[in-house]
Every structure is written in structure tokens, then in C-alpha cells.
């Protein structure tokens, strides 16, 4: 049974910074398949930062030079360090792992039947 654990969410004010982590357990496919998704108040989930394979990092342009992905895959965990926070920011954020997909040549993480953590609340005031 797979089960991924966030933790570090809290209130901060904007310009602010917080970290994000999350372990999984029970999962096979490494820290090199697991990302980051948000969702807002009266918004639907959108894919904050997301490795999409060994090499790839993937990022939603509203947080690009602000946020940071990191991994162990010793510890099939990720980490979302998130510095300059805005209001913007405010969300459930939900660490996700994803499922390996062929591709002709290699492989790569597809978050379509994603296991998804509990979620954790990051609130920015302004």
C-alpha cells in the first residue's frame, strides 16, 4: 500500500519562505517519478513542480525562480522549497508519486493514476 506523508505547511506572510517534504512508503518507482501539485480555493488542482524523469524537471511558470523541487530516492521523498511567497501561493499542496510510462526510446513519469498524499495548507498573507 502506498502511502505518501507531507509535512512543513503553515501561515506566513508574503515575500515569505516555508519547505515542503514528503516520504513515501510502499512505493516502488523512486523519488525520480514524484512532484508537487496545488490546489486553491475555488481552483482546480495544477501541477506546481513535477520530475517527469531522471534528468527532467517540469514547473508552472507562476512559481518558476522562486520555487525548488529536490529529491532522496533513498528515502522516496521530495521537497518543495518555496521562497517569495505571494498571496497567489495560497493552496493545498499535495505531494504526488507517479507511474513510469514506456516511450519508444526510455521511459517517463506520467501523473495520471497518481498516489497522492493527505495534503498540507500553505497560506500567504498579504
Known amino acids: 500500500q502506498v502511502q505518501l506523508v507531507e509535512s512543513g505547511g503553515g501561515s506566513v506572510q508574503s515575500g515569505g519562505s516555508l519547505r515542503l517534504s514528503c516520504e513515501g512508503s510502499g512505493y516502488t518507482y523512486g523519488a525520480d517519478c514524484m512532484g508537487w501539485f496545488r490546489q486553491g480555493p475555488g481552483k482546480v488542482r495544477e501541477a506546481v513542480a513535477r520530475?517527469?524523469?531522471?534528468?527532467?524537471?517540469l514547473y508552472a511558470d507562476s512559481v518558476k525562480d522562486r520555487f525548488t523541487i529536490s529529491r532522496d530516492n533513498g528515502k522516496n521523498a521530495v521537497y518543495l522549497q518555496m521562497n517569495d511567497l505571494k498571496p497567489g501561493d495560497t493552496a493545498t499542496y499535495y505531494c504526488a508519486a507517479g507511474q513510469w510510462r514506456p516511450l519508444l526510446y526510455g521511459r517517463y513519469c506520467s501523473y495520471d493514476d497518481a498516489y497522492w498524499g493527505q495534503g498540507t495548507q500553505v497560506t500567504v498573507s498579504s
Open positions: 520530475y517527469t524523469s531522471a534528468d527532467l524537471t
